[in-house]
């Protein structure tokens, strides 16, 4: 394979061309890959809007890694997260890399990098210096709806520019799609760009500034909106609204990624600190609950690892913070709940009634046309089960829980979450005590956001503009619970 150099000269004078004559402009990088294909301008067919090419809009969060729901079909038909964890290439050299779960990517002027200065979550991202690129070799096939990069600059260098690309007949030709994104924080950003599109495609970065300036990407996520229509059950990510503590590598703040949840795991506490996900008809079904419960090997190998056997005897549950029933769809999205980074020593009392209680009213919420966006946690030491008090068990490993909290956020149906929240937006916020003989009634245990947040020091909905989230997370929802 060839050396994929971009030729700026065709790349101004193209990228000029469609400047004036469109909404969406193209650039051509130096094809040479493709030998045989001539290189250019061949316009877009199937997404103008009035006349024009439909430019996809694009917003900033501060979101950790999302992670896509596979439902054993392929990345490129359900769309995926690349961690850029499995693969391996260290030089800058221009070159492919295999990486799972998505396919064959291209780096040209970049690398997989891994020191300290590259900012990540797990081990590894991709580093850009110059005028690099990173772009998929694969399409996805029926097209995408979002596509959300987390960025950061290199080290402590300076700003750089860098675009979204797109093609539409196999890498042959390019287009910038939204606007330019400058990256100038050491600590990673994300960036969405809603780009909806229904053919098939694949997608791209371009650096176009900061010469020697670095950028780190990472967990790239390509999503395909699952539901039939605008008010019909979809699966979204389950860290829409952020990553309350920042999680990352750190042992006590480690950052997990299934198929069906989110969540920060404590290696001290062996324990989660909190779960997110997300909640809709599309994550249910019928499948029963398979009691598998099972060590998490995902976790480093230094990492306190735990089984279903240090529960044994404890007068405590294997209390899942992401329930069973709400991943019910289908036999693996079952099963993914009973991994241990999801279980926390739970009293009895708690887990088996008011807790339930609760999750069964908030899958009762998607039966009317609801979707729920939920992160669920631990917090204190010292609870009480059916032997008694206790702050920890499996000789000291496992942290005990003071309570354990949930927040869920409740939508109709619908698309872009983020922009459809208000101050009118329901919010449900609970603090649990893990004892025995607390009441039944989960609405006795109601609480502000705020209070979670200062009793955790997370930040729960960092997603939401500041106005709407300062009035949702100090309010105690008095809506009926029936």
Known sequence: ??????????????????????????????????EEIPIEAIPLEGIT???????????????GPHKHKSQNLTAKDVGFTETFESGSKGTYAAGSVSLSPSGDWYLDDALLGSLTNDRKFGSKSVRIRNTGMLTMSFNMDNGASSILVRHAAYGSNGSSDWRLVSSYDDGVTWYFVGDTITTNS??????????????????????????????????????????????????????????????????????????????????????????????????????????????????????????????????????????SADRNGNEDSNENTYYMTNIAPQAPDNNRRSWANLESYLRSLTLDGNEVHIISGVVGTGGTGSN????????????????????????PNGTNDIQRVTTSTRVIAVLVPNDQDINTDWTQFKTTVDNIESLTGYDLFENISDTIESVLESTVDTEPSV
């Open 49 to 63: 809007i009035n006349g024009e090419l439909d430019v996809p809009t694009y917003y900033y969060d501060n979101q």
């Open 1 to 34: 394979m060839k050396n994929f150099t971009p030729n700026y000269v065709s790349l101004f004078a193209l990228v000029s061309l469609f400047l004036i004559g469109c909404s969406k402009d193209e650039y051509h990088p130096d094809n040479s890959i493709y």
């Open 388 to 411: 008694g008090a206790a702050n920890t068990i499996s000789n000291g490993k496992i942290n005990v829980p003071d309570s354990f909290w949930k927040v869920a956020l409740i939508l």
């Open 186 to 323: 050491t600590t990673l950003n994300t960036v969405t760009f809603e780009v909806n599109d229904t053919q098939s495609v694949r997608y791209g970065i371009y650096k176009i500034s900061g010469g020697s300036n670095r950028i780190n990407i990472d967990n790239i996520e390509i999503d395909i909106n699952t539901s039939g229509g605008g008010d019909s059950p979809s699966m979204d990510s389950n860290l829409t609204f952020g990553n309350p503590s920042d999680a990352a590598s750190s042992p006590n703040n480690y950052f997990l990624s299934k198929p069906d949840f989110s969540l920060s795991y404590n290696n001290s506490n062996g324990t989660a600190n909190w779960v997110s996900w997300h909640l809709s008809e599309a994550w249910t079904g019928t499948t029963s609950r398979c009691n598998c419960f099972k060590s998490d090997t995902t976790l480093p190998n230094t990492f306190f690892r735990a089984t279903t056997s240090d529960y044994t005897n404890s007068g405590f549950d294997r209390g899942h913070l992401c329930p």
